[in-house]
T-cell receptor, first 116, second 113 residues
Framework: NAGVTQTPKFRVLKTGQSMTLLCAQD?????MYWYRQDPGMGLRLIHY???????AKGEVPDGYNVSRLKKQNFLLGLESAAPSQTSVYFC???????????????FGDGTRLSIL | DQQVKQNSPSLSVQEGRISILNCDYT??????FLWYKKYPAEGPTFLIS?????DKNEDGRFTVFLNKSAKHLSLHIVPSQPGDSAVYFC????????????FGTGTRLQVFP
């Protein structure tokens, strides 16, 4: 049971390079999320998706783009990497909640990204 | 403006004793609260949650208490075990059909023999 799988686990980029982080889930979850975690801070929401073909901005979306072409995959892109984007990136997914049936998010193990 | 606050960066507890982790929130629209546990180099793992219609939820050694008037919740671990040593994140969500979570900054719990 893989759950939420993030690829790659580690990556070092130079300033200005681009890359895509892949998140795949096998739980048939409708909702997917991208967070970043920085030292001394909690997880902050970058972008999220409430269904295939839909995306929306979170708390810290600048410098990132996302796509949800397939229900099971959620891609996070950095078009021109900056040192401020050095962080650990976590993907999560969940079933939609009902008002009386709230659902927790399930996380992958993260991608550690360093921008030099 | 930090909507979810964990004011204790770290906590050290002896094995077998109770661990109490605290969390405060400011947004009165939050109605669902979660605790996640995180080991190094792993993703957060869901531990326990509570809806605002309750004031207590229990799962084995873990109990979460919610005080809505004080906008405060706490996680009790009894008895504490060395394997409980991890970073614990409090998170909150309001009902808006997106299930977005707002996280606290985490508390590092160390359980020593």
């Amino acid at each position: 049971n893989a759950g939420v799988t993030q690829t790659p686990k580690f990556r070092v980029l130079k300033t200005g390079q681009s890359m895509t982080l892949l998140c795949a889930q096998d739980m048939n979850h409708e909702y997917m999320y991208w967070y970043r975690q920085d030292p001394g801070m909690g997880l902050r929401l970058i972008h999220y998706s409430v269904g295939e073909g839909t995306t929306a901005k979170g708390e810290v979306p600048d410098g990132y783009n996302v796509s949800r072409l397939k229900k099971q995959n959620f891609l996070l892109g950095l078009e021109s990497a900056a040192p401020s984007q050095t962080s650990v990136y976590f993907c999560a997914s969940s079933y939609p909640s009902g008002p009386l049936n709230r659902q927790p998010q399930h996380f992958g193990d993260g991608t550690r990204l360093s921008i030099l | 403006d930090q909507q979810v606050k964990q004011n204790s960066p770290s906590l050290s507890v002896q094995e077998g004793r109770i661990s109490i982790l605290n969390c405060d929130y400011t947004n009165s629209m939050f109605d669902y609260f979660l605790w996640y546990k995180k080991y190094p180099a792993e993703g957060p793992t869901f531990l326990i949650s509570i809806s605002s219609i309750k004031d207590k939820n229990e799962d084995g050694r873990f109990t979460v208490f919610l005080n809505k008037s004080a906008k405060h919740l706490s996680l009790h671990i009894v008895p504490s075990q060395p394997g409980d040593s991890a970073v614990y994140f409090c998170a909150a969500s309001g009902w808006d059909n997106t299930d977005k979570l707002i996280f606290g900054t985490g508390t590092r719990l160390q359980v020593f023999p």
